[in-house]
């Protein structure tokens, strides 16, 4: 009977294998019909190799994949960081392909890849931008030109050229009378409204000067202050006028759109602000739109006819300086005329090279030899077909790929193998493996106090006693650990999850047995927690500025004991001295639990998941001897996964790494809400107004109203205390347009 009775392990075994195997066949079926988006395509050095630029999973960064356009065999892989929004600004230099993206945490991010698919970033997370990086980085003539903060408050302005980042600080002494406030590029100037580029620099002292967007040959701005009389415009034409002297620019016969119908090119004046004639393309373009390619080439394409619904899509590259053209019809034709139109089709070629490429939102791509006309053509579907090649078909290769992918299907079936697998050995070897096990791991390990915080059966019977597998949460000199502890339990013990326990821990091997009170005595005590309840903050010590906040050390006083506290106080938000707060001291580091009126409902409710460790960024403050850091978390529940940042001053002797899992506790109606709100649209909105209830942990909890789109969201959330939230911010949230709840998911200012 008892055999019959371990037999029936099997049917979840067969059963679990019947759905695994329709969910990998149902997979590549949707790997056929419905691929992973690609950001961008990229044909790259002189067309023989192309590029793909694809979000990794949960969005968390870009895949970088290198082909040989011939074939396309995988020749290389790499990473591209960036944040959720996943935007792209590339140009070609000197045989490289520049890759600018943005990230939150770290600001510009400049990846060079050479012929040989060697990746490199420049940027070193030093440069941020105002905004958003397609609006803030501008191409000009293959040059990128970007302007913005350097990770602080300083300003700076940078150009990319021939593979290399060059980068001014705005703030140093003796380039401008006052120090520089803000920095704005001057209107048209990008767009052929002006021989050279130029930014509006606003000075402390209320005084105004413009700057040159490109570097000279000492890698410096062309500077001139608005004179004292006269408008802004007036200056503005003299910093214009100033400038193309300076770089020896022709500002009399630039090349742009006269707006009025049939909107074609035209030569224009920017001197006078006079439009001159029709450029003379061999045939007419009509609702042109004019590239500048670089610094002696733009590309002028459009349409065959005045309505271009009647038309073809035709293009000429004319050389400024011999008045030259060469059509590219043949290159530009592969796009429709919406699609030659939008923003994001790019075109580039370098100088001196007879290659001109584009790239359209990972749609397509191109390549022209404009000395032979020869073009090649990549559209996403003949990419995804080389991403994707060994993976379309039933096959070992694809089904391994299908187990290496995980999921909670996977997981299941893996784990049901397991227990049969494990139950045929253990049956033989269990009990002289357990025996021996335990002597060596008592003699060798070292005495620790712990908490289960998970339980489950394995599956295993002795003596009808069930094997179950303990999760113990402890402290390891100063690092929470977590290991699994296998033990054949008796019905009748009540074993409990929040039961306090001895283990003796072995930390070379990672492992650990449970002990009884005669195997721990005479051992050494574990270090306890210890609450202090409602302490009163007597005194605050500033440390300087950490990321739009302010770092400071909080000083406590409970009864006749003292505590201090390393924080960073949140723009906007303020600690005030005599407000009382709930703190935790574990091994002699003492946190704040909670601040002010939001202390009072901390503990209602609270769930502890599990969370793994997927980034650190070190901030450059330490205030005694505790690091501020910044860290991500998964937060994982099922097959659910959430992902949080958070800010924490962490011991320098504590060793925290990426990878490591730690329990998180999160109140159960904030996650059922972020659960539901993630479900929902997403957007950009305008805070209105914020105001504060205290903190959770070392966090502000705020109550914040955000527009968007004319209607007025409630955010109610923990933030971030190194970005902050202020009125007139602009954030990305999710949303609920019944409830209007919303939920931050990007601090975009």
Same mark, same amino acid.
């Given at each position: 009977?008892?055999?019959?009775?371990?037999?029936?392990?099997?049917?979840?075994?067969?059963?679990?294998?019947?759905?695994?195997?329709?969910?990998?066949?149902?997979?590549?079926?949707?790997?056929?019909?419905?691929?992973?988006?690609?950001?961008?395509?990229?044909?790259?050095?002189?067309?023989?190799?192309?590029?793909?630029?694809?979000?990794?999973?949960?969005?968390?960064?870009?895949?970088?994949?290198?082909?040989?356009?011939?074939?396309?065999?995988?020749?290389?892989?790499?990473?591209?960081?960036?944040?959720?929004?996943?935007?792209?600004?590339?140009?070609?230099?000197?045989?490289?392909?520049?890759?600018?993206?943005?990230?939150?945490?770290?600001?510009?991010?400049?990846?060079?890849?050479?012929?040989?698919?060697?990746?490199?970033?420049?940027?070193?997370?030093?440069?941020?931008?105002?905004?958003?990086l397609s609006s803030d980085m501008k191409l000009w003539r293959g040059r990128l030109i970007v302007a913005g903060n350097m990770m602080g408050t300083a300003l700076y302005v940078a150009q990319i050229e021939d593979g290399?980042?060059?980068?001014?600080?705005?703030?140093?002494?003796?380039?401008?009378?006052?120090?520089?406030?803000?920095?704005?590029?001057?209107?048209?100037?990008?767009?052929?409204?002006?021989?050279?580029?130029?930014?509006?620099?606003?000075?402390?002292?209320?005084?105004?000067?413009?700057?040159?967007?490109?570097?000279?040959?000492?890698?410096?701005?062309?500077?001139?202050?608005?004179?004292?009389?006269?408008?802004?415009?007036?200056?503005?034409?003299?910093?214009?006028?100033?400038?193309?002297?300076?770089?020896?620019?022709?500002?009399?016969?630039?090349?742009?759109?006269?707006?009025?119908?049939?909107?074609?090119?035209?030569?224009?004046?920017?001197?006078?602000?006079?439009?001159?004639?029709?450029?003379?393309?061999?045939?007419?373009?009509?609702?042109?739109?004019?590239?500048?390619?670089?610094?002696?080439e733009v590309l002028i394409t459009g349409s065959s006819t005045e309505d271009e619904q009647d038309g073809q899509v035709i293009g000429y590259l004319l050389h400024e300086k011999n008045g030259q053209f060469t059509d590219?019809?043949?290159?530009?034709?592969?796009?429709?005329?919406?699609?030659?139109?939008?923003?994001?089709?790019?075109?580039?070629?370098?100088?001196?090279?007879?290659?001109?490429?584009?790239?359209?939102?990972?749609?397509?791509?191109?390549?022209?030899?404009?000395?032979?006309?020869?073009?090649?053509?990549?559209?996403?579907?003949?990419?995804?077909?080389?991403?994707?090649?060994?993976?379309?078909?039933?096959?070992?290769?694809?089904?391994?790929?299908?187990?290496?992918?995980?999921?909670?299907?996977?997981?299941?079936?893996?784990?049901?193998?397991?227990?049969?697998?494990?139950?045929?050995?253990?049956?033989?070897?269990?009990?002289? $493996?357990?025996?021996?096990? =335990?002597?060596?791991? *008592?003699?060798?390990?070292?005495?620790?106090? !712990?908490?289960?915080?998970? %339980? /489950?059966?394995?599956?295993?019977?002795?003596?009808?006693?069930?094997?179950?597998?303990?999760?113990?949460?402890?402290?390891?000199?100063?690092?929470?650990?977590?290991?699994?502890?296998?033990?054949?339990?008796?019905?009748?013990?009540?074993?409990?999850?929040?039961?306090?326990?001895?283990?003796?821990?072995?930390?070379?091997?990672?492992?650990?047995?449970?002990?009884?009170?005669?195997?721990?005595?005479?051992?050494?005590?574990?270090?306890?927690?210890?609450?202090?309840?409602?302490?009163?903050?007597?005194r605050i010590d500033p440390y300087g500025a950490a990321g739009r906040g302010q770092a400071l050390l909080l000083h406590f006083k409970a009864g006749t004991d003292r505590y201090s506290v390393p924080v960073v106080q949140?723009?906007?938000?303020?600690?005030? $001295?005599?407000?009382?707060? =709930?703190?935790?001291? *574990?091994?002699?580091?003492?946190?704040?639990? !909670?601040?002010?009126?939001? %202390? /009072?409902?901390?503990?209602?409710?609270?769930?502890?998941?599990?969370?793994?460790?997927?980034?650190?960024?070190?901030?450059?403050?330490?205030?005694?001897?505790?690091?501020?850091?910044?860290?991500?978390?998964?937060?994982?529940?099922?097959?659910?996964?959430?992902?949080?940042?958070?800010?924490?001053?962490?011991?320098?002797?504590?060793?925290?790494?990426?990878?490591?899992?730690?329990?998180?506790?999160?109140?159960?109606?904030?996650?059922?809400?972020?659960?539901?709100?993630?479900?929902?649209?997403?957007?950009?909105?305008?805070?209105?107004?914020?105001?504060?209830?205290?903190?959770?942990?070392?966090?502000?909890?705020?109550?914040?109203?955000?527009?968007?789109?004319?209607?007025?969201?409630?955010?109610?959330?923990?933030?971030?205390?190194?970005?902050?939230?202020?009125?007139?911010?602009?954030?990305?949230?999710?949303?609920?347009?019944?409830?209007?709840?919303?939920?931050?998911?990007?601090?975009?200012?």
């Amino acid at each position: 009977m008892r055999k019959l009775g371990g037999l029936i392990f099997l049917f979840p075994v067969i059963l679990l294998s019947i759905f695994l195997w329709r969910d990998y066949t149902k997979e590549i079926e949707d790997l056929n019909d419905n691929p992973p988006e690609i950001a961008e395509i990229y044909y790259f050095d002189e067309g023989h190799k192309a590029v793909a630029v694809s979000f990794k999973e949960y969005r968390e960064n870009m895949q970088l994949q290198m082909f040989d356009a011939a074939t396309g065999q995988l020749l290389k892989e790499g990473e591209i960081l960036s944040d959720i929004h996943g935007q792209l600004v590339a140009s070609y230099q000197k045989g490289s392909l520049v890759i600018n993206s943005h990230v939150q945490s770290r600001g510009l991010q400049v990846n060079v890849l050479d012929s040989s698919g060697n990746l490199q970033e420049l940027a070193q997370s030093r440069l941020d931008i105002p905004t958003f990086l397609s609006s803030d980085m501008k191409l000009w003539r293959g040059r990128l030109i970007v302007a913005g903060n350097m990770m602080g408050t300083a300003l700076y302005v940078a150009q990319i050229e021939d593979g290399k980042l060059e980068m001014v600080n705005l703030n140093a002494e003796g380039l401008f009378l006052a120090r520089p406030e803000r920095v704005a590029e001057v209107r048209d100037s990008f767009n052929q409204g002006m021989a050279v580029p130029m930014y509006k620099v606003d000075l402390v002292n209320d005084r105004t000067a413009y700057i040159s967007g490109i570097l000279d040959q000492n890698q410096q701005p062309v500077v001139m202050m608005q004179p004292e009389e006269g408008s802004s415009f007036e200056a503005e034409e003299q910093a214009a006028a100033q400038f193309a002297k300076h770089f020896n620019l022709d500002a009399t016969k630039l090349v742009r759109v006269n707006s009025s119908f049939p909107e074609q090119a035209h030569y224009y004046n920017a001197s006078t602000d006079d439009w001159g004639n029709v450029v003379p393309t061999p045939q007419p373009v009509y609702q042109a739109r004019v590239i500048t390619l670089n610094s002696e080439e733009v590309l002028i394409t459009g349409s065959s006819t005045e309505d271009e619904q009647d038309g073809q899509v035709i293009g000429y590259l004319l050389h400024e300086k011999n008045g030259q053209f060469t059509d590219v019809s043949t290159l530009v034709a592969q796009l429709s005329y919406e699609e030659l139109m939008q923003s994001e089709t790019a075109f580039y070629k370098e100088n001196g090279s007879s290659k001109l490429y584009y790239s359209a939102q990972g749609k397509s791509a191109g390549i022209m030899d404009v000395a032979s006309q020869a073009v090649q053509h990549l559209t996403e579907n003949q990419m995804q077909q080389w991403r994707f090649a060994d993976l379309r078909t039933v096959s070992l290769q694809s089904f391994w790929a299908y187990l290496l992918e995980g999921g909670a299907l996977v997981i299941n079936w893996l784990v049901w193998v397991l227990i049969i697998s494990f139950m045929l050995i253990s049956l033989i070897f269990a009990p002289k $493996i357990a025996n021996k096990v =335990n002597k060596s791991a *008592v003699a060798n390990g070292e005495i620790k106090q !712990g908490t289960i915080v998970g %339980m /489950r059966e394995t599956g295993l019977y002795v003596n009808e006693r069930p094997q179950v597998e303990f999760r113990v949460h402890f402290d390891d000199g100063g690092q929470m650990r977590e290991v699994a502890i296998k033990k054949v339990i008796s019905f009748l013990e009540g074993i409990r999850e929040g039961d306090t326990v001895m283990i003796s821990y072995n930390r070379k091997r990672n492992k650990a047995i449970f002990l009884t009170s005669d195997q721990a005595v005479n051992q050494a005590q574990p270090e306890k927690q210890e609450r202090i309840e409602r302490a009163v903050l007597e005194r605050i010590d500033p440390y300087g500025a950490a990321g739009r906040g302010q770092a400071l050390l909080l000083h406590f006083k409970a009864g006749t004991d003292r505590y201090s506290v390393p924080v960073v106080q949140a723009a906007g938000f303020e600690y005030q $001295i005599g407000e009382r707060a =709930n703190l935790m001291v *574990v091994g002699g580091v003492t946190r704040i639990l !909670g601040y002010g009126p939001s %202390m /009072r409902s901390i503990d209602e409710k609270m769930l502890t998941l599990q969370g793994k460790i997927v980034q650190i960024k070190k901030e450059p403050i330490t205030i005694q001897n505790r690091r501020l850091m910044v860290i991500d978390v998964v937060i994982t529940e099922g097959a659910e996964q959430l992902r949080k940042s958070n800010s924490l001053f962490v011991p320098e002797n504590m060793p925290i790494h990426e990878g490591v899992t730690l329990p998180m506790s999160i109140r159960k109606d904030d996650l059922d809400k972020e659960r539901r709100l993630l479900k929902g649209k997403q957007g950009s909105a305008k805070v209105v107004s914020v105001s504060y209830l205290g903190t959770v942990g070392e966090r502000p909890l705020a109550r914040i109203t955000a527009e968007r789109a004319g209607t007025h969201y409630i955010i109610e959330q923990s933030i971030e205390p190194l970005y902050g939230v202020q009125e007139g911010d602009e954030l990305w949230i999710t949303y609920d347009e019944s409830t209007r709840e919303a939920l931050i998911l990007n601090y975009t200012s």
